[in-house]
């Protein structure tokens, strides 16, 4: 650990929190990713802030990806993995009602036991998701 990574992942941590603080006081939403993109294209008036939030999110990630691309590293498992990998992650957050982002980053800022809870699960399954598959940086 460098202290260029920790400062980058002060200055992101900063930013997402800063996205959805903006997001729930200028737009009253909360700035849960999976929610946000499960509802993208509904009509109840919040495809005015969910597709240009989403668009907004890739965009970043693009743009940081073309400054700074050994940032990113390179995928460590294969695309079949990657694959099973995200349709879990997509079953896990439709059972939790939201994701990271949701629970983690806005649930606990609220004070939500629901949203602890949520965390609690996430990172303990996380955890043993290492020991089990390992984890490489």
């Known amino acids: ?8 992942a002060l200055l992101g941590g900063a930013l997402i929190g800063l996205a959805a603080t903006i997001a729930l ?6 700035a849960g990713i999976c929610g946000i993109l499960a509802r993208a294209l509904e009509r109840d008036g919040g495809r005015s802030f969910r597709v240009p939030f989403l668009l907004a ?3 970043v990630g693009v743009i940081a990806f073309a400054l700074t691309p050994t940032a990113f590293g ?10 099973v990998a995200g349709l ?23 004070l939500s036991p629901r949203s602890l809870v949520a ?19």
């Open 74 to 83: 390179t995928p460590v498992r294969g695309t079949p993995l990657l694959a």
């Open 88 to 110: 879990l992650v997509g079953v896990g957050t439709t059972l939790a009602n939201g994701c990271t982002s949701g629970h983690g980053v806005c649930g606990l800022a609220r």
């Open 57 to 59: 999110l890739t965009a």
């Open 25 to 30: 006081l200028a737009h009253g939403r909360i």
């Open 1 to 8: 650990m460098t202290t260029a990574s920790v400062v980058r």
């Open 119 to 137: 965390v609690l699960v996430f990172m303990s399954t996380a955890a043993v998701t290492v020991a089990l598959v390992g984890g490489h940086s």
